[in-house]
């Protein structure tokens, strides 16, 4: 039995750390996932080939969670290709998009075609297992698997709005070569913010998304010592209509319409940095599609 899924990474327009709302929304950089199953006839517990550049403790789990859910039994064999276009470690949802494509492979391999949220609930139940997520992303997931700005309260895996994305919109991405610091030691100075955190999540309610993105990036600049403010003021003037940083950074995220991305995109500073230029994830095909 074979089983392949496409999923994508995001970028962030609230942050759920502080208080469990966030939103975020999928971009044109996926990753993509085959996953063959077979039984050996054997008692033994289900045996993982994972190509040892493709191990990690979210790889393992989602692929351990997904046969559990929709391959159960013992003598089990799962071997996983995994291909990947999203930076690892950079706040783009690499680890979300991995764990929800892997799960969707294997339940395809079952013969099985699950919602993008029950995929997206497992992966949040993935993320908070291996330890990459302090509240699993929920939205993170749901982003990489259907369009729009997805938002969720993660503290209760719960879908609460979706806003569409105006399709002469695009992305600007700034991507330093640094990355993040594991997100479950920072949590705690994420909840010290909850005043500001709850004032986007009211600007996201009332579908204001812009105005969002600006106040959860202030509150991510303080937590973690950005300097993007000057950065994100030249691609405002140069036609940007809402920028942030996106997951815990140290990616800074700007959306133009499609005119303008060329001078966002030269506002970005030439350090060393990848400067990516992005669609919105295209779901044309079906959530999911390879």
Same mark, same amino acid.
């Given at each position: 039995?074979?089983?392949?899924?496409?999923?994508?990474?995001?970028?962030?327009?609230?942050?759920?750390?502080?208080?469990?709302?966030?939103?975020?929304?999928?971009?044109?950089?996926?990753?993509?996932?085959?996953?063959?199953?077979?039984?050996?006839?054997?008692?033994?517990?289900?045996?993982?080939?994972?190509?040892?550049?493709?191990?990690?403790?979210?790889?393992?789990?989602?692929?351990?969670?997904?046969?559990?859910?929709?391959?159960?039994?013992?003598?089990?064999?799962?071997?996983?290709?995994?291909?990947?276009?999203?930076?690892?470690?950079?706040?783009?949802?690499?680890?979300?998009?991995?764990?929800?494509?892997?799960?969707?492979?294997?339940?395809?391999?079952?013969?099985?075609?699950?919602?993008?949220?029950?995929?997206?609930?497992?992966? !949040? /139940?993935?993320?908070?297992? *291996? %330890? =990459?997520?302090? +509240?699993? @992303?929920?939205?993170?997931?749901?982003?990489? #698997?259907?369009?729009?700005?997805?938002?969720?309260?993660?503290?209760?895996?719960?879908?609460?709005?979706?806003?569409?994305?105006?399709?002469?919109?695009?992305?600007?991405?700034?991507?330093?070569?640094?990355?993040?610091?594991?997100?479950?030691?920072?949590?705690?100075?994420?909840?010290?913010?909850?005043?500001?955190?709850?004032?986007?999540?009211?600007?996201?309610?009332?579908?204001?998304?812009?105005?969002?993105?600006?106040?959860?990036?202030?509150?991510?600049?303080?937590?973690?010592?950005?300097?993007?403010?000057?950065?994100?003021?030249?691609?405002?003037?140069?036609? !940007? /209509?809402?920028?942030?940083? *996106? %997951? =815990?950074?140290? +990616?800074? @995220?700007?959306?133009?319409?499609?005119?303008? #991305?060329?001078?966002?995109?030269?506002?970005?500073?030439?350090?060393?940095?990848?400067?990516?230029?992005?669609?919105?994830?295209?779901?044309?095909?079906?959530?999911?599609?390879?």
């Amino acid at each position: 039995m074979n089983g392949r899924a496409r999923a994508f990474g995001a970028i962030t327009i609230a942050n759920a750390l502080p208080m469990g709302v966030g939103c975020a929304a999928g971009v044109g950089l996926s990753v993509r996932a085959s996953v063959s199953v077979t039984t050996e006839g054997s008692r033994r517990s289900p045996r993982l080939e994972i190509p040892l550049k493709c191990r990690s403790p979210v790889v393992e789990e989602a692929l351990r969670a997904g046969l559990a859910r929709y391959s159960p039994g013992s003598g089990v064999v799962a071997r996983l290709s995994l291909r990947s276009e999203i930076p690892i470690g950079r706040g783009l949802k690499s680890s979300s998009a991995v764990s929800s494509a892997i799960l969707l492979a294997v339940a395809r391999a079952a013969g099985r075609e699950p919602t993008t949220l029950e995929i997206g609930r497992g992966s !949040a /139940v993935v993320g908070r297992r *291996s %330890g =990459v997520s302090a +509240t699993g @992303a929920l939205d993170d997931a749901l982003a990489g #698997l259907e369009p729009g700005f997805v938002v969720t309260d993660n503290s209760r895996d719960r879908l609460l709005d979706r806003l569409d994305v105006d399709p002469e919109l695009g992305v600007v991405l700034y991507v330093p070569s640094h990355r993040h610091p594991p997100v479950p030691t920072i949590a705690r100075a994420f909840r010290e913010e909850r005043p500001a955190a709850e004032r986007a999540a009211r600007a996201l309610l009332d579908g204001e998304w812009p105005r969002a993105m600006e106040l959860n990036t202030e509150l991510v600049e303080r937590v973690m010592g950005y300097r993007y403010r000057r950065l994100r003021d030249r691609m405002h003037e140069r036609g !940007a /209509v809402a920028s942030g940083v *996106s %997951g =815990v950074g140290p +990616t800074l @995220a700007a959306i133009a319409p499609r005119s303008k #991305l060329s001078n966002v995109m030269n506002a970005l500073p030439a350090d060393g940095g990848r400067r990516l230029l992005v669609p919105f994830a295209d779901f044309s095909r079906g959530g999911g599609s390879p």
